[in-house]
């Protein structure tokens, strides 16, 4: 398999994609508490992981670069339960404006923000519009679940769509590290249905901490998650990326 991160490659031959257009796809996830069963990693292990998988995909249409994950994104919500880290929003906007510019000053000049944590979504939805100004360049955003939204729905049992740490993100850490999914604890991984950030319907928001919204870290329920689910919303979702790829800037 052709190599396609960033930091596995030498100069010469990111220069050399550079040159043949290649997009890079920038994975932000977060590290944050996910219940008692699966690692803080999830988001950004899950993101990179959908972005390594769509790069291979697509290498027959548009060749892509994988650059290293932003690990850490906007998770105040979780701090109660420990475990987790957070940046405030002038510092995510800052980091990214310098990774972007990076990206670019090597040569690049497309860069995809793939996403996989949903309190991050509201948020990269502005910076993308500050960044594509800031840095005159083409700069998207997508989260990976929502480009992926069919093929989740169709493989869920429980619910329609990921919340958190339940059977859909449990089956991808199946999946994708299941060495790391503490599988002893899934009988107590349950707690209440949420709704997306993005899609909430609800006329006023307002700041939630996530220990008012359930006592287990959990949002749904984990005990109905599989590999063989995981292993199709993984392929499903890296699948639907890579078929955005090439006409996102046409």
Same mark, same amino acid.
């Given at each position: 398999? !052709?190599?396609?991160? =960033?930091?596995?490659?030498?100069?010469? #031959?990111?220069?050399?994609?550079?040159?043949?257009?290649?997009?890079?796809?920038?994975?932000?996830?977060? !590290?944050?508490?996910?219940?008692? /069963?699966?690692?803080?990693?999830?988001?950004?292990?899950?993101?990179?992981?959908?972005?390594?998988?769509?790069? @291979?995909? &697509?290498?027959?249409?548009?060749?892509?670069?994988?650059?290293?994950?932003? =690990?850490? +994104?906007?998770?105040?919500? /979780?701090?109660?339960?420990?475990?987790?880290?957070?940046?405030?929003?002038?510092?995510?906007?800052?980091?990214?404006?310098?990774?972007?510019?990076?990206?670019?000053?090597?040569?690049?000049?497309?860069?995809?923000?793939?996403?996989?944590?949903? +309190?991050?979504?509201?948020?990269? /939805?502005?910076?993308?519009? #500050?960044?594509?100004?800031?840095?005159? *360049?083409?700069? *998207?955003?997508?989260?990976?679940?929502?480009?992926?939204? #069919?093929?989740?729905?169709?493989?869920?049992?429980?619910?329609?769509?990921? $919340?958190? &740490?339940?059977?859909?993100?449990?089956?991808?850490? $199946?999946?994708?590290?299941?060495?790391?999914?503490? #599988?002893? $604890?899934? @009988?107590?991984?349950?707690?209440?249905?949420? @709704?997306?950030?993005?899609?909430?319907?609800?006329?006023?928001?307002? @700041?939630?901490?996530?220990?008012?919204?359930?006592?287990?870290?959990?949002?749904?329920?984990?005990?109905?998650?599989?590999?063989?689910?995981?292993?199709? $919303?993984?392929? +499903?979702?890296?699948?639907?990326?890579?078929?955005?790829?090439?006409?996102? =800037?046409?």
């Amino acid at each position: 398999m !052709t190599e396609t991160r =960033w930091n596995r490659l030498t100069a010469p #031959e990111l220069r050399a994609l550079a040159s043949q257009g290649a997009v890079v796809l920038l994975p932000i996830g977060s !590290t944050e508490q996910h219940g008692a /069963h699966l690692p803080t990693g999830v988001d950004d292990f899950l993101a990179a992981e959908v972005c390594r998988r769509a790069a @291979s995909a &697509a290498a027959d249409r548009i060749p892509v670069v994988v650059a290293p994950s932003i =690990w850490c +994104g906007l998770a105040e919500h /979780h701090m109660a339960f420990g475990g987790t880290m957070t940046l405030s929003l002038s510092t995510l906007h800052a980091l990214l404006r310098d990774v972007c510019r990076s990206i670019l000053r090597a040569g690049f000049r497309r860069i995809l923000l793939v996403n996989g944590h949903g +309190g991050n979504v509201t948020a990269l /939805h502005a910076l993308v519009n #500050e960044l594509t100004a800031e840095l005159s *360049a083409s700069i *998207a955003v997508t989260s990976y679940f929502t480009t992926g939204r #069919e093929v989740i729905r169709d493989t869920l049992e429980t619910q329609q769509h990921l $919340m958190h &740490a339940f059977e859909g993100e449990t089956s991808l850490a $199946m999946a994708a590290f299941a060495h790391l999914v503490r #599988e002893e $604890m899934l @009988s107590q991984a349950v707690g209440p249905a949420i @709704s997306l950030q993005a899609d909430d319907a609800r006329p006023v928001y307002r @700041s939630i901490p996530f220990d008012a919204v359930t006592e287990s870290g959990v949002a749904g329920d984990a005990r109905t998650a599989s590999q063989a689910k995981g292993e199709r $919303m993984l392929q +499903g979702c890296a699948e639907a990326l890579a078929e955005q790829l090439a006409g996102i =800037w046409v």
